[in-house]
């Protein structure tokens, strides 16, 4: 059984940076897309990061146009841990943060939503102006 657990959220000021972490286990498929996304009180999920990674070759990864260039997805193997480096931080990134996790790397290259079937609890983050 697949459990994803996020942690690192909190409240910054805009400019400011988080770490978030997802801690994976029960993965069993050799190939897998482990993503971030997030969801706005009144708005729908939304997929912000997605790290796809399939037997010894480089990790693929994969942004919401929004976070380019602000947000990192990257991955710890011997943790199985993913991480979501977020700087310059803006209200707008204002949500619940959520992990999820697929076999496919089709779910990382759209980051939608209904493609996971596996997901975690969620962590908040809040940016204040």
């Known amino acids: 059984q697949v459990q994803l657990v996020e942690s690192g959220g909190g409240a910054v000021q805009t400019g400011g940076s988080l770490t978030l972490s997802c801690a994976a286990s029960?993965?069993?498929?050799?190939?897998?897309?482990i993503a971030w996304f997030r969801q706005a009180p009144g708005k729908e999920r939304e997929g912000v990061a997605g790290l796809y990674t399939h037997a010894d070759s480089t990790p693929q990864t994969y942004y919401h146009r929004s976070v380019k260039g602000r947000f990192t997805i990257s991955q710890d193997n011997a943790n199985d841990a993913v991480y979501l480096q977020m700087n310059g931080l803006k209200p707008e990134d204002t949500a619940m943060y959520y992990c999820?996790?697929?076999?496919?790397?089709?779910?990382?290259?759209?980051?939608?939503?209904?493609?996971?079937?596996?997901w975690g609890q969620g962590t908040q983050v809040a940016v204040s102006s």
């Open positions: 999820a996790a697929d076999r496919r790397e089709n779910s990382c290259t759209t980051l939608v939503p209904w493609y996971f079937p596996d």
């Open positions: 029960g993965i069993t498929y050799s190939r897998k897309c």
